[in-house]
């Protein structure tokens, strides 16, 4: 599910292009934590649109949004590893990104991720999206 929390006004990009997107990440259950934002770091995440570089929840929103719209994007734990990360095996966990640079950000994605204890409702994943550029 995503809700557009701001439209944009500039071009909307097709399958091929490379995108450039500022992200913020937060665990939506488990104790409400931020996961990082590109925005620390001042890096934004590119991709091609299309090729399997992002996560698939990152793909369907940045294909329907317009540059300088801002989009949040709820990722029910339920279809995690569909959508984000998957769960196992965890080595292939960061090969679509965006993936936390920070130790910290890590730590506190994989902690939900691999938590056995946790409902599937505590591994919601909330990420605000911003479109930066289509290029």
């Known amino acids: 599910r995503y809700l557009d929390v701001k439209s944009g006004t500039g071009a ?16 939506e259950g488990y104790q409400a934590k931020r996961i990082e934002s590109s925005q620390d770091y001042d890096e934004p995440f590119r991709f091609e649109l299309g090729r399997g570089q992002a996560i698939p929840a ?3 929103a940045v ?9 949040r994007i709820e990722i029910p734990g339920r279809l995690v590893s569909e959508l984000a990360y998957p769960i196992s095996p965890k080595a292939a966990r960061y090969e679509r990104g965006p993936k936390p640079r920070t130790f910290a950000g890590l730590r506190t994605l994989d902690f939900v991720l691999d938590n056995d204890t946790l409902q599937d409702f505590n ?10 550029n289509v290029r």
Do not use: C, H, N
């Open 58 to 60: 990152f793909e369907e």
């Open 63 to 71: 294909s329907g949004m317009k540059v300088g719209g801002v989009r």
């Open 12 to 27: 909307q990009p097709r399958p091929g292009q490379a995108v450039v997107v500022s992200w913020t990440g937060y665990t």
């Open 123 to 132: 591994r919601t994943l909330l990420f605000d999206v911003r479109l930066d």
